[in-house]
């Protein structure tokens, strides 16, 4: 079993910047592969970014170059800095981890991960 807490949401203003982070605590940190996923009011969970266990990092279209993923083994943290945030990036932002034996593929699959955390509201304002 794998407990996260996500931390670090708020409310900020368009064009400014968040970093959020997702504590883990049960197993060894560095055999998970690590997902960002969001959820906007009334529409579905959707991939933000992730990192895998080995290295490989994937970003949703909508935020490439915008947000950049990174993980810390030995504090078994994985962040998510967003800058130039935008009204449209609001939604409450979940981390997720998947065991390294799902492999390095189709990290943008949220059906894929193991454990999820409880979510972290972000709000842009514009």
């Known amino acids: 079993q794998v407990r996260l807490v996500e931390s670090g949401g708020g409310l900020v203003q368009s064009g400014g910047s968040l970093r959020l982070s997702c504590a883990a605590s049960?197993?060894?940190?560095?055999?998970?592969?690590v997902g960002w996923f969001r959820q906007a009011p009334g529409k579905e969970r959707e991939f933000v970014a992730a990192?895998?266990?080995?290295?490989?990092?994937d970003y949703a279209d909508s935020v490439q170059d915008r947000f950049t993923i990174s993980r810390d083994n030995a504090k078994a943290t994985g962040y998510l800095q967003m800058n130039s945030l935008k009204p449209e990036d609001t939604a409450v932002y979940s981390c997720?981890?998947?065991?390294?034996?799902?492999?390095?593929?189709?990290?943008?699959?949220?059906?894929?991960?193991?454990?999820w955390g409880q979510g972290t509201q972000v709000t842009v304002s514009s």
């Open positions: 997720a981890v998947r065991l390294y034996s799902s492999g390095s593929s189709n990290l943008n699959d949220q059906n894929t991960y193991e454990f």
């Open positions: 049960g197993r060894i940190f560095s055999m998970y592969s």
């Open positions: 990192f895998s266990w080995r290295g490989d990092i």
